[in-house]
């Protein structure tokens, strides 16, 4: 019982750190990405890159 409940709390953190990488990664690429575009390629980024996210 114990080593399935270490492995729950192991898988747990794993994907908690997994979403959080993620989520730097992408404010990263959209702050760069953005910088300079005008409103209707700005949101096309953003499009995009929702996108990926839902996909993956």
Not at 11 to 40: D, Y
């Amino acid at each position: 019982m114990k080593s399935s409940f270490k492995v729950i709390i192991r898988w747990t953190v794993f994907i908690t750190t997994l979403t959080f990488v993620l989520a730097v990664m992408f404010s990263v690429a959209s702050n760069t990405l953005l910088n300079g575009l005008n409103w209707a390629l700005g949101m096309l980024v953003v499009l995009l890159l929702v996108m990926i996210g839902i996909f993956f």
